[in-house]
């Protein structure tokens, strides 16, 4: 027995460690160029010029902040749906399940295509209207309200598994009766007694639609915005370090928001535990 355990741990390291070489060795490899100054030293002027180019802060807040809201709106679409249909209309989770699982089926370059020509058919048939200055507003360059509404269309199928399997392993149903019995309403009882059982649900619906939003570059290119994808897809060009600098810096900047975000959603659950 024992020694079939240490086999099971001895081929568990191994995999890890072939997978840790694989992904470690191109990105050891990508990063030393980025340095080399082809003198056999070492030269940061690709990231300071890359961190020192126009845009840069601009275009890192802007994705930023369609990453917050975006994951606002995804959980005030969700939450509510799910726990509605755990505790009032069970036959509704088929449908909200098929809803959410339809923009797997859409490529994205179909669904910016489609949301292209509702914004071209806008200024034609509502320039009369007092819709037209909506299709005006959502197309503002500083905070394009579109691209929101993209995001949350493809993370809706990530964010619905997350909070399923979250809400899989709870029972919403006893939960809000012995809240309701202990003199709790509804709202009282979803808001402190469901949704902390769900933190960490929660947590990861929330980071797969920051990474989805940092990593996206179709849609926003396509309608000719700029967030950080676009910008160091643009400004990555100029030279082979720049453009590998571009890349690893990209890598480097998603990885400390979700870092930071599980950092915070441990910090609260070890905190109220």
Do not use: H
């Not at 990231?47 to 369609?66: C, Q, W």
């Not at 755990?86 to 370059?109: D, F, K, M, N, Q």
């Not at 037209?132 to 949350?152: C, G």
Request: proline residues 5%; charged residues 10%; contains cysteine.
């Amino acid at each position: 027995m024992a020694s079939l355990i240490s086999r099971i741990r001895f081929g568990r390291g191994l995999v890890l460690l072939i997978c840790g070489v694989y992904f470690a060795v191109p990105m050891a490899a990508s990063v030393y160029f980025s340095l080399d100054d082809t003198k056999g030293g070492i030269s940061f002027r690709a990231y300071t010029e890359l961190l020192n180019a126009p845009g840069f802060t601009d275009s890192l807040t802007l994705s930023l902040e369609l990453a917050a809201v975006t994951v606002v709106v995804l959980l005030l679409l969700l939450v509510p749906a799910l726990l509605a249909a755990r505790l009032g209309a069970p036959r509704l989770r088929t449908v909200i399940e098929v809803i959410c699982s339809l923009p797997l089926v859409v490529p994205v370059v179909a669904l910016t295509t489609g949301i292209v020509g509702v914004l071209r058919w806008g200024p034609d048939y509502l320039s009369d209207t007092p819709f037209f200055q909506t299709v005006v507003a959502i197309q503002d360059p500083k905070f394009p309200i579109v691209l929101v509404i993209a995001y949350v269309l493809m993370a809706l199928p990530f964010a619905y598994r997350a909070l399923d399997a979250g809400l899989r392993g709870v029972d919403v149903v006893t939960l809000v009766e012995a809240a309701r019995n202990c003199g709790a309403g509804w709202m009282r009882a979803v808001f402190t007694v469901v949704l902390p059982n769900l933190r960490s649900a929660l947590l990861n619906a929330a980071v797969l639609a920051v990474a989805l939003v940092l990593g996206e570059f179709t849609t926003a290119s396509i309608l000719g915005f700029a967030p950080f994808s676009v910008w160091i897809n643009s400004n990555g060009k100029s030279d082979g370090q720049m453009s590998v600098a571009v890349s690893m810096l990209s890598l480097l900047i998603v990885w400390v928001v979700l870092l930071l975000m599980s950092a915070v959603g441990r910090g609260r659950k070890t905190a109220r535990s």
